[in-house]
Nanobody, 125 residues
Framework: QVQLVESGGGLVQTGGSLRLSCAAS????????MGWFRQAPGKEREFVAR????????YYADSVKGRFTISRDNAKNMVYLQMNSLKPEDTAVYYC??????????????????WGQGTQVTVSS
């Protein structure tokens, strides 16, 4: 397993941008697919984005497609979520997660093995 620590959350106005970072420690980070999930108050945690182990393929929830970009730097054991054109409905705690099926396509929470503690993103209207 890998240990994950998110950072970069905060308060931003509608239309603004934030970049979330996730630092991974542990062996073989580059073999894991990485994902971002989020949980808004009173709602279930939902999938946001996924990137395969090599970084060559990405997947997004329809609600963020065209606004968010997931990327990774395997040399630095980092994964990022660039969030643009933020909306109040993007307000949530954002979680970084790792899936040892590095080339898989799952967007299901249950398929991710390791999780960070989360970082709060608040978008004001």
């Amino acid at each position: 397993q890998v240990q994950l620590v998110e950072s970069g959350g905060g308060l931003v106005q509608t239309g603004g941008s934030l970049r979330l970072s996730c630092a991974a420690s542990g062996r073989s980070f580059s073999r894991y697919a990485m994902g971002w999930f989020r949980q808004a108050p009173g709602k279930e945690r939902e999938f946001v984005a996924r990137i395969i182990s090599s970084g060559g393929t990405t997947y997004y929830a329809d609600s963020v497609k065209g606004r968010f970009t997931i990327s990774r730097d395997n040399a630095k054991n980092m994964v990022y979520l660039q969030m643009n054109s933020l909306k109040p409905e993007d307000t949530a705690v954002y979680y970084c997660a790792a899936d040892d099926a590095g080339r898989g396509t799952s967007t299901r929470e249950v398929d991710f093995d390791s999780w960070g503690q989360g970082t709060q993103v608040t978008v004001s209207s």
